[in-house]
């Protein structure tokens, strides 16, 4: 059977660069390939079980059954079984255990499931991130801090209020010069994550511009093809997942005192120019847990405040002619 990398490649799902940047990832942090891939955002959650399903030719597990799985099933298979061969029973009917594997096609693991479980195994396919998360929920079986960052992408994000938004949007149209937009998009996502910082990017060159729980100010490091703000600054989209220890990024692994395992970083873009990033997280052991989604907001009311500023003093610069 061709490798699971090579069939996402070949079905034109993902690209051969990013396969390789894949791979040197799940090097260094383990993993399987799909999980890197969704930590990339090279592919989403959905996308990846649906060609799951179609790679080992069975059916993808139910999300409305996993989500609802009843105690008696839970509790039908010993946990040291569970943890030991990370399945997750979903449906019981007789004798036969519908189960949500990693490899469904595993013909020695499931003969060993069934002499060991008395059930007649029902194979179903499931992604790593949403299995990991499953085994805490019903098993009390503890992730990564990398499967618990990821989740939280098909988990539902903490609310914030519509007051709460409509004030920072007023404030941001009443910035007047740019440390002040900088001043309060960091106060804003400082309120939700321990560290914040802006770099802004000119020429090649990322530097340090103002930070919250971070000292970012003597900061400058040149735009390299594989540091952690390269795919940022060429897609013009975010990156949420570890920073990887490879050379690139040496001096950002300096600057936070080590490579966390969850930090986000938003572009600013204005005029279609990333100008500025937005950069978060909870320190280098723990989980950024806060509203992914609020974080992308400021990025763009911060950007639509700097247009505003540009054009005001268009305005401004205007000469009557006599």
């Known amino acids: 059977m061709m490798k699971l990398g090579e069939a996402l490649v070949k079905e034109a799902l993902i690209t051969t660069q990013q396969l390789e940047q894949a791979l040197k990832r799940q090097i260094q942090f383990g993993g399987r390939i799909g999980t890197n891939l969704l930590e990339l955002r090279y592919i989403d959650e959905t996308e990846l079980t649906k060609f799951l399903s179609k790679y080992f030719k069975v059916a993808p597990a139910p999300l409305d059954l996993l989500n609802n799985i009843p105690e008696d099933i839970i509790s039908s298979i010993s946990i040291d079984v569970i943890d030991k061969y990370k399945i997750l029973p979903f449906k019981k009917e ?4 519908h189960t949500a594997m990693l490899n469904p096609k595993d013909i020695r693991e499931l003969d060993e499931l069934r002499f060991i479980t008395g059930f007649d195994i029902i194979p ?90 971070l000292n970012v100010e003597t900061f400058s490091m040149q735009e390299k093809g594989q540091s952690v703000f390269s795919d940022v600054l060429r897609n013009k989209s975010s990156y949420r997942g570890p920073i990887l220890n490879v050379k690139e990024n040496e001096a950002l692994i300096r600057l936070l005192s080590g490579t966390p395992q969850d930090v986000l970083i938003l572009p600013i873009i204005l005029r279609d120019r990333v100008i500025s990033l937005l950069y978060a997280d909870n320190g280098v052991s723990s989980v950024l847990n806060a509203n992914v989604g609020f974080l992308s907001l400021l990025a763009s009311m911060a950007a639509i405040s700097f247009e505003i500023l540009i054009l005001r003093k268009r305005i401004l610069d205007l000469n009557f002619p006599l």
């Not at 007789?94 to 255990?97: G, V």
């Not at 106060?187 to 802004?200: M, P, Q, S, W």
Request: aromatic share 10%.
């Open 94 to 97: 007789r004798s036969r255990m």
């Open 124 to 213: 179903y396919v499931i992604s790593e991130m949403r299995l990991l998360y499953s085994l805490e929920k019903y098993y009390g079986i503890k992730r990564n801090v990398r499967f618990i960052s990821l989740s939280d992408r098909f988990n539902p994000e903490t609310k914030i209020e519509e007051n709460s938004i409509n004030k920072i949007k007023i404030a941001f149209t009443e910035v007047k010069d740019k440390e002040g937009i900088a001043g309060l998009l960091l106060n804003e996502a400082y309120k939700i994550a321990k560290r914040t910082a802006l770099f802004t990017v000119k020429s090649g060159t990322i530097m340090g511009w103002k930070g919250r729980g």
